[in-house]
């Protein structure tokens, strides 16, 4: 039924099977875009392109990495359906993306080892060590040459604290490091990029135990048997009110069917 997991996929399973089943599964293709994935995308992109032109030795100018995020927009735009929050235009986020960018480029930035660095790793039962039989599959945005990895999130409003500390991306990926390094990562930075009014970057530093990993993986286990078992629960909560399943689920399709009025969104979109 399925060949890997993610940590995006096991946390899509936990927010709500069903939206789970509709994508991994049904394979069914989103009817729209949402803003804040869109931009995401695009923003990591275009970092991913200025980080690979610093390991390569290359100068780059503030004006050629706002000529990458403008076609990297243009071509996600010509392709997907974008579906914007009430108060926000395309012009806004483009004026967002831009001054993010031009603060980010400001920043000093440390010796980097590699970007958008692939990894596949295997799932173990934590209680018997045996293979779970499937891989865990990620991409880590950034690594640098002393061991610290840098994960890229943008979002409306500032991440917090323990936010970051609990976050099951970071955990899978210092699991990941861990066993591809047979160290620990030296620590987790999470860099965010704040869509506000006033667009700042704050930097998180976080780390992970052994205890966490272990965690993780009773988590991804207890995924990977729901999967297995075809059970797939729907689970209302904020983010129905941007599911891009919404119209086929049968716990909101009503919804949608009477009020025939775009989604309104969450607070805080992180990609
Ligand atoms: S509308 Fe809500 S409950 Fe239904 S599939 Fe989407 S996220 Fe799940």
């Known amino acids: 039924?399925?060949?890997?997991?993610?940590?995006?996929?096991?946390?899509?399973?936990?927010?709500?099977?069903?939206?789970?089943?509709?994508?991994?599964?049904?394979?069914?293709?989103?009817?729209?875009?949402?803003?804040?994935?869109?931009?995401?995308?695009?923003?990591?992109?275009?970092?991913?392109?200025?980080?690979?032109r610093m390991i390569q030795g290359k100068s780059t100018t503030l004006e050629n990495l706002y000529q990458i995020f403008d076609v990297d927009w243009?071509?996600?735009?010509?392709?997907?359906?974008?579906?914007?929050?009430?108060?926000?235009?395309?012009?806004q986020l483009i004026t967002m993306g831009r001054e993010l960018l031009s603060r980010y480029f400001q920043e000093k930035h440390k010796q980097i080892k590699g970007c958008e660095v692939p990894f596949t790793v295997p799932l173990y039962a934590p209680d018997n060590g045996h293979e779970l039989g499937i891989a865990l599959e990620g991409?880590?945005?950034?690594?640098?040459?002393?061991?610290?990895?840098?994960?890229?999130?943008?979002?409306?409003?500032?991440?917090?604290?323990?936010?970051?500390?609990?976050r099951l991306q970071l955990t899978a990926y210092s699991y990941a490091y861990q066993?591809?390094?047979?160290?620990?990562?030296?620590?987790?930075?999470?860099v965010n990029f704040v869509k506000a009014k006033k667009p700042k970057i704050i930097s998180i530093e976080t780390s992970r135990d052994r205890n966490d990993s272990v965690g993780f993986l009773y988590t991804a286990q207890e995924v990977l048997h729901g999967i297995q078992s075809k059970v797939f629960p729907p689970r209302l909560g904020f983010w129905c009110k941007e599911c891009?399943?919404?119209?086929?689920?049968?716990?909101?399709?009503?919804?949608?069917?009477?009020?025939?009025?775009?989604?309104?969104?969450?607070?805080?979109?992180v990609q």
């Open 139 to 166: 991409y880590f945005d950034l690594i640098e040459t002393d061991g610290t990895i840098v994960e890229f999130k943008t979002s409306a409003v500032s991440l917090n604290m323990s936010d970051i500390d609990t």
């Open 179 to 190: 066993i591809l390094n047979r160290n620990p990562p030296k620590q987790i930075r999470v």
């Open 244 to 269: 891009e399943y919404a119209s086929l689920c049968p716990l909101w399709k009503h919804k949608v069917a009477a009020t025939q009025k775009e989604p309104v969104y969450a607070e805080a979109n």
């Open 1 to 52: 039924m399925i060949d890997h997991l993610s940590s995006s996929q096991i946390n899509l399973y936990l927010q709500c099977g069903l939206k789970y089943k509709y994508q991994y599964i049904d394979l069914i293709p989103k009817s729209f875009t949402v803003s804040a994935l869109a931009f995401g995308g695009v923003f990591h992109s275009t970092l991913d392109w200025f980080h690979k």
């Open 74 to 91: 243009y071509t996600l735009r010509m392709d997907a359906n974008i579906r914007y929050k009430p108060d926000e235009t395309e012009d």
